[in-house]
């Protein structure tokens, strides 16, 4: 059965996703609060929010706090012949979508850098499905690929392209047509347009559309790197949870190749997003690859976790005439059976436990079991 996870708060969600990245290599990035704010003005285009805090250190620069991990560490991670492996745990601050008011958000991902191959990609990606599958069964990861994108619709100006392409990221193809024929595109490239826009699903559904509307061996390519990808998530088995969506497409000025968003469900908007993003890199002098993504953890407070949380598993209550000793070892006994123990001399206005003990001087005696 479908359900959402436990995870009762962020640090037990990073602590989850820590020991998931460390399993395939993944080294931890520490990175400083603020960044120098000509960082963030120079690529505006590649944030989700362009409001920024800032101010004036003590030598008269203008800083920024961080409103995004990837841009910092792009810029600071050194060239190398390999490739680097890197994971954060960082607060960023930003309005939340809708909102009016910055917010301390706590964010978790992490940073494939250097030399990049199908593999690399394969592996982000199946750790963004398993980071999601530890917060709920019920994922969705959503894949698209923005040289597919970009080379279909390479001969359209670019002030056109991105308005068409705003119209297929809307799904909307009424919208579609009626550009196409204001903009005096052909009727081939409007069907491909229209075609594009609705095709969704797992890539064993969706070969045959993609193919009919490839344009040269390009394209070819990029749908063979989709099915490569997705012969490796057979592997690591969360293929039935990733979809094929071309109406994902993210600033191509920094993004190259597979770009992707995850979703929980009881969030009503991603909640996971990354992406091949080689141009970044090449922007700031790097002369690398790159592939990450990030998870949103405040969004998480939108879950309805069930209803079986508890404080702990076991209320300890005591009065004074039991000795501190003999509470620690009962405590110990109780957590030696692998159940989570809150020792108090009075009983918890709110708290919520799975049994309720009391130590006296013949043992432990129930008070309560909850079911």
């Known amino acids: 059965m479908d359900k959402i996870k436990c995870i009762k708060n962020d640090e037990e969600a990073i602590l989850r996703f820590k020991n998931l990245y460390r399993q395939y290599g993944y080294k931890q990035y520490k990175m400083s609060k603020f960044e120098e704010y000509d960082l963030y003005a120079e690529n505006k285009n590649f944030l989700t929010n362009s409001n920024i805090i800032t101010f004036t250190d003590l030598n008269g620069k203008l800083m920024a706090l961080k409103p995004d991990v990837t841009l910092s560490i792009a810029k600071n991670v050194k060239d190398t012949d390999g490739i680097q492996k890197l994971y954060y745990s960082e607060n960023v601050y930003r309005a939340r979508k809708g909102g009016n008011e910055f917010r301390e958000i706590m964010q978790t991902g992490l940073e494939c850098m250097g030399k990049i191959d199908l593999y690399s990609v394969g592996e982000v990606l199946m750790l963004a499905a398993k980071s999601l ?12 690929h923005t040289g597919f994108v970009a ?3 390479k001969d359209i100006p670019e002030e056109k392209r991105e308005t068409l392409l705003s119209y297929v990221n809307a799904k909307n193809s009424v919208g579609i047509r009626k550009i196409c ?21 797992p890539f064993e559904s969706v070969i045959d559309e993609l ?17 490569g990808i997705y012969k490796m998530l057979k592997v690591f088995g969360c293929e ?9 497409i993210n600033n191509m000025s920094y993004y190259n190749g597979i770009v992707f968003k995850g979703y929980v469900a009881g969030i009503p908007s991603h909640i996971l997003s990354g992406g091949r993003y080689d141009r970044l890199l090449q922007k700031l002098g790097k002369n690398a690859g790159a592939i990450g993504f990030a998870l949103y953890l405040d969004m998480l407070d939108m879950l309805n976790f069930e209803d079986d949380e508890y404080d702990a598993d076991v209320l300890l ?9 003999d509470i620690a070892s009962a405590a110990l006994d109780i957590t030696s059976e692998g159940e989570s123990v809150a020792a108090s001399a009075e009983m918890p206005a ?5 049994r309720v003990v009391r130590i006296t001087e013949r043992g432990l005696e129930n008070i309560e079991t909850v079911d």
């Open 133 to 144: 599958e530890e917060i709920s069964d019920s994922y969705i990861i959503d894949i698209s």
């Open 151 to 153: 080379e279909l619709f």
């Open 181 to 201: 024929r204001k903009f005096g595109l052909g009727v081939s490239l409007t069907e491909k347009a229209v075609k594009l826009a609705s095709i969704y699903g």
């Open 211 to 227: 193919k009919s509307i490839s344009v040269n061996n390009r394209t070819d390519e990029a749908i063979d790197e989709l099915e």
């Open 240 to 248: 039935k949870n990733i979809n094929i969506d071309f109406s994902i």
């Open 317 to 325: 209550l005591y009065d004074e005439s039991i000795k501190p000793g």
């Open 350 to 354: 709110n708290g919520k436990y799975r």
